[in-house]
């Protein structure tokens, strides 16, 4: 996921899709444009508590959506403020 807006000095106002009971919806171009885009590092120690491996795990689209939606609230919640 490339971002596409460069040199911005200023916060942006961005619109939020919304479902029909105003809960923030994940459309089709966000699940195009995210998923597999989110690892997180695993790392594994031996007996004597030496770093001996780290995998990159995807994480699961089920928790990217409810990240997005949880944040999605915080910021609908501090324009209303």
């Known amino acids: 996921m490339k971002?596409?807006?460069k040199n911005i000095?200023?916060?942006l106002i961005a619109f939020i899709p919304l479902d029909e009971l105003g809960e923030?919806?994940?459309?089709d171009g966000m699940n195009e444009a995210c998923i597999g885009e989110f690892a997180i590092d695993v790392e594994y120690f031996n007996d004597e508590?030496?770093?001996c491996d780290v995998e990159k795990h995807a994480v699961d689209w089920a928790t990217c959506?409810?990240?997005y939606?949880?944040?999605a609230?915080?910021?609908i919640e501090s324009i209303k403020e």
Do not use: R, Y
Request: glycine letters at 4%; aromatic letters at 0%.
């Open 9 to 11: 000095s200023s916060p």
């Open 69 to 71: 939606k949880a944040m």
């Open 73 to 75: 609230k915080i910021a």
């Open 49 to 51: 508590g030496t770093k």
């Open 65 to 67: 959506k409810e990240i």
């Open 3 to 5: 971002n596409k807006i």
């Open 24 to 27: 923030p919806l994940i459309t």
